[in-house]
């Protein structure tokens, strides 16, 4: 009985739609279907994981050969190392907090809105779980926050591609609240941030690397199911937890 006053009111699924979020997916969706050309495109760029994960997965292993095997070379893997386990530690937090909270339907399934769809068989790809908090927010801010400690100019870029070409399609294609990708922002961040700490990166990391020289064959194995993983925004995990959970 005390539940709905310990959940956030903008995440209640009774709640009223925060202004917030209204505005902007109103503003945003009075464009769809006045150009095909900008439909056609940010359902693209929504959906098409070339130009999500995979950037992301081709510079960290150009920055990991990049390095080199000297000490500060591998000074500079740790960070590689950093940036992954980040995004894995961020992930398994959001995924917690989408099970902890009471489900938000997604914006086109908001009955509070009248949100048009760009195409119909959006509605029924979007109808799979909770929107909050964002997944693809939490991942690709976890990639970008990384990157600044591989290179300020490269992190710039990447927090400025993950704001205009991963968040905004969302927005626009009516599948998260600017909420969600706010609160996946936050928590990629944070992830980062802890996983790249000069005292983490020492004590967790570096031996990582070390250990790689030893072993390389297994090494690679993982930082290549690792990466692998982004690309596809552990997809493959989730649903491979979902099926232990079920048979559990």
């Not at 190392?81 to 489900?103: N, S």
């Not at 908090?133 to 400025?160: E, N």
């Amino acid at each position: 009985m005390f539940l709905p006053l310990l959940v956030p009111p903008f995440i209640h699924p009774k709640a009223m739609l925060p202004t917030f979020d209204r505005v902007i997916l109103e503003w945003l969706n009075q464009y769809v279907h006045q150009s095909a050309l900008l439909d056609t495109c940010l359902d693209f760029l929504s959906y098409n994981n070339l130009l999500k994960g995979v950037i992301f997965t081709v510079v960290l292993w150009w920055t990991w050969f990049k390095c080199g095997d000297t000490p500060s070379g591998n000074a500079c893997r740790s960070i590689v190392i950093g940036v992954l386990a980040g995004c894995f530690v961020g992930m398994a937090a959001t995924r917690m907090l989408t099970h902890a909270f009471p489900e938000r339907p997604r914006p086109l399934h908001n009955t509070e809105m009248q949100l048009e769809p760009v195409h119909p068989q959006l509605l029924a790809d979007s109808a799979d779980n909770s929107s909050f908090p964002s997944d693809h927010a939490t991942i690709f801010f976890a990639l970008a926050t990384g990157m600044l400690f591989l290179s300020r100019p490269i992190g710039i870029a990447s927090l400025l591609y993950v704001v205009f070409f991963i968040c905004v399609p969302r927005l626009y294609l009516g599948l998260h609240y600017p909420t969600d990708l706010v609160a996946g922002g936050i928590i990629g961040v944070a992830t980062a941030v802890a996983a790249n700490l000069p005292a983490v990166r020492q004590r967790y990391w570096l031996p990582i690397v070390q250990w790689h020289y030893k072993h390389p064959s297994p090494f690679y194995v993982g930082f290549f199911l690792m990466s692998y993983q982004l690309d596809e925004l552990f997809a493959g995990v989730r649903q491979l937890m979902h099926f232990v959970a079920n048979l559990i």
